[in-house]
């Protein structure tokens, strides 16, 4: 059974413990600003509201990039970026209608959410369980993925 | 069904893939002109800073992914395609025949009407071999004269400066990206590369290239009003193109490009046209059609395309232009009507120390269209926001006060349900 990462705000706390865990996994220091999930903060509503990339079934950052340097995990169903191959282009930065794959001005490549592997260090890291990571069937987590659909300029119809 | 693509870029491939997904067992012919594997014309950029060798730019790495699909691919030019036969004739001499053709031939380079442009030392910047010339002389300290600042211009400059090229830049707009960029946003790009040691000139045209006779430098370039330049090696950037010469009388309906239906079908039926070749709906138009020369439009179209070919009915709801640069590492993106429309509402906020520039457009609470400069993060949502037509209620004032706060209006408008 494929995961998928289950993001409830309702629960976050704004302690940014995912941000600093993903920097550390990926970048080895704690830099917020390196970190694959983004906790947005809503101070009139008293808020946080984590955020990163649902590797979504249309993949645009996949369909979008030019030297096939994003390829699915067949494992995980993460879209994985091969720094090897990114030239640093950007194209897959605009097509993503979620803004989740970044450019990386230290390295010059994108940065995306790739669940670790199947072991998410944010969702390790998080001290109220705002961020699971669980089966991807049967969640209430299709928010986004409705939301998907609705920016859907692809057509519901997959190859 | 014997399935036939003209044109191995990102929209030929694509299509080439999905059509062999849908159908196992048709017959499927990939047709490119250039003698190299299919490679992606958004990479040369980077072949020519030496970044990346020449099979970096490559869009599949296996050399044997086509052929493991069992995708005959043939290095020929098609000179004319016959309608009513259903027939290709190739230059070779040949002809080849199809139940479903796609034509995804990309751009041409424009070559603008200057006297002299054919000589050594002139080169355009859009296929593999052009870039091998250009990695030729653009050596270190050489003077290099770059015509054109549009986007293939910019997005070139910087693997010229890397190469350590005296760089001048003649630009016929008045500001930079003229078709991408605003005043101020053209502007400040111009600014940036001065400040990187480039020469800029806009509303400058050069007016004629001679090949020089005295002097150290191999070319001369006439340009009004700027006068003299001297120069080792001329790239010409003056645009593109949709590549549709060898259709002319195929009886197909042409205006810039092949003008194609919501299945990506052109006139003629069976006949269909992807990528840079293609003359699409133009998304949140009305209707209208446009040539959206970009790769995530290539791709999506060829695919697009490939299901109608295979009978898997499929409706596209249209192209956005939208477009990112890095000009000497200043990013800027731009998204839909960034140029507003009648009746609508803009913002924009200007940091012109730090290079850094929004503008907004909206119509009511919906965003329209976007430009961005010196933001990297989450500009995706911009596109998001657009095309999913999503009602921004009191996040639209937000946005006109501080249109920097768009992640969170986008989180509010659709994550938050009380936004």
Not at chain 2, 278 to 300: L, N, R
Request: hydrophobic share 35%.
């Amino acid at each position: 059974m494929q995961r998928s990462l289950y993001i409830s705000p309702d629960k976050c706390t704004g302690c940014l413990q995912c941000e600093m865990a993903c920097s550390f996994e990926h970048e080895g220091n704690f830099n917020p600003a390196k970190s694959r999930i983004k906790v947005f903060t809503f101070h009139t509503e008293g808020r946080f509201v984590p955020y990163t990339c649902t590797q979504c079934d249309e993949a645009w950052c996949k369909s979008a990039c030019p030297t096939e340097a994003i390829t699915l995990d067949a494992a995980t169903g993460a879209k994985m970026v091969n720094d090897g191959l990114c030239v640093g282009c950007k194209v897959c930065t605009i097509a993503c209608p979620f803004g989740t794959i970044n450019y990386n001005t230290t390295t010059g490549k994108v940065m995306k959410c790739d669940l670790c592997g199947g072991d998410p260090a944010c969702a390790k890291a998080c001290p109220t369980q705002a961020i699971t990571y669980i089966d991807a069937e049967g969640t209430g987590y299709d928010k986004m993925r409705t939301w998907a659909s609705r920016t859907d300029t692809q057509t519901a119809a997959q190859a | 069904m014997q399935y036939v693509v003209i044109g191995a870029g990102p929209a030929g491939v694509t299509a080439a893939e999905t059509i062999r997904k849908q159908d196992p067992s048709g017959e499927v012919i990939l047709i490119g002109d250039e003698p190299e594997p299919a490679y992606s014309r958004m990479a040369i950029p980077y072949y020519l800073a030496d970044k990346i060798p020449e099979q970096g730019t490559y869009l599949r790495h296996d050399p044997k992914h086509l052929d493991s699909l069992g995708v005959r691919q043939l290095k020929q030019r098609v000179t004319r395609v016959d309608s009513a036969a259903r027939q290709l004739q190739l230059a070779g001499g040949g002809a080849l025949g199809f139940d479903r053709l796609l034509l995804a031939t990309g751009s041409d380079p424009v070559k603008p009407p200057i006297d002299g442009l054919d000589q050594p030392g002139v080169h355009h910047c859009w296929t593999l071999e052009d870039a091998r010339n250009i990695v030729k002389y653009a050596q270190p300290g050489s003077h290099v004269v770059l015509m054109g600042a549009g986007f293939i211009g910019c997005i070139i400059m910087e693997a010229l400066a890397e190469r350590g090229v005296d760089l001048t830049v003649v630009e016929m707009g008045d500001r930079m990206v003229p078709r991408m960029m605003d005043q101020e946003s053209g502007n400040l790009i111009k600014q940036w590369c001065i400040d990187k040691g480039v020469t800029v000139h806009t509303s400058t045209r050069v007016t004629g290239v001679k090949a020089n006779a005295s002097g150290a430098a191999r070319i001369t370039l006439s340009c009004d009003p700027v006068g003299t330049l001297e120069a080792d090696l001329v790239v010409v950037a003056a645009g593109v193109k949709p590549a549709v010469d060898y259709l002319r009388d195929s009886g197909i309906e042409l205006a810039q490009g092949v003008v194609v239906n919501e299945y990506m079908e052109s006139s003629v039926p069976g006949i269909y046209a992807a990528g840079d070749t293609c003359e699409g709906i133009d998304w949140g138009s009305d209707g209208q059609h446009a040539v959206h020369a970009i790769q995530p439009v290539a791709a999506e179209t060829g695919r697009i395309a490939a299901l109608n070919m295979c009978g898997e009915v499929t409706p596209y709801p249209g192209s956005m232009a939208m477009n990112v640069l890095d000009t000497l590492g200043l990013v800027s993106v731009s998204y839909g009507q960034w140029m507003g429309v009648p009746g609508g509402d803009e913002v924009h906020r200007l940091d012109s120390d730090e290079y850094r520039y929004i503008k907004l457009q909206f119509n009511g609470d919906r965003l329209i269209g976007a430009i961005t400069l010196g933001r990297t993060e989450h500009v995706g949502v911009l596109r998001g926001l657009i095309q999913s037509r999503t009602r921004l209620g009191k996040w639209k004032q937000h946005l006109m006060e501080d249109p920097t706060r768009i992640m969170e209006a986008y989180l509010g408008a659709t994550q938050l349900t009380q936004g």
